[in-house]
């Protein structure tokens, strides 16, 4: 009689979590939901192909990609998901913002860090502006941040948003740094 092992079972090859992470672009539904599952089964392990499938030539790779990132909420995601709000297709943006409302708090300073400079893209104003307003709603959002959700309703966003998010930075994330022992 064959003894059932309570340790984790081995996390899978790279070449196969690439394998799965190509099958994210397929027409064949089953494979594609199959792919997604086996990905999320693999968490931590996956994280970093995931990471560098937002950069897929395949926009459902993408798309696919920030869905699971966002089950689940790998913090270590949150800089590319970020540079995502910015992808060329609407549906990829979509679930990079609700991969970083699923990482909540921990989706803040790459966001932060990227409205602190100046802001060209319509699409990153956008993408921030979803993302506070959700969690405002859910009353995630410090005072500083609703500053910064503030300044993106308004009509200056583009001259108004970096100094709200330096300043909100600077209060949720600098001391941070320099109790951290740079």
């Not at 869905?67 to 790998?74: S, V």
């Amino acid at each position: 009689m064959k003894m059932k092992s309570n340790l984790p079972a081995p996390k899978s090859s790279k070449k196969k979590i690439q394998m799965w992470i190509n099958d994210l672009g397929s027409t064949n539904d089953k494979e594609r939901v199959k792919a997604r599952s086996l990905l999320i089964n693999e968490g931590v392990n996956a994280a970093p192909s995931l990471i560098q499938a937002l950069s897929n030539s395949n926009q459902d790779v993408r798309r696919e990609t920030a869905h699971i990132l966002a089950k689940t909420k790998n913090i270590t995601a949150a800089s590319a998901l970020v540079n995502a709000l910015e992808d060329e297709d609407h549906d990829v943006r979509w679930a990079a913002m609700e991969a970083l409302i699923a990482l909540d708090r921990a989706g803040l300073e790459p966001l932060l860090q990227i409205l602190m400079k100046d802001i060209d893209s319509a699409w990153l104003l956008e993408g921030a502006h979803h993302i506070l307003h959700v969690l405002n709603d859910k009353g995630h959002l410090s005072t500083p941040m609703r500053k910064v959700f503030s300044a993106l309703e308004g009509t200056e966003a583009g001259y108004t948003v970096p100094w709200a998010a330096k300043t909100a930075w600077e209060s949720l994330f600098g001391s941070e740094r320099s109790n951290g022992g740079e």
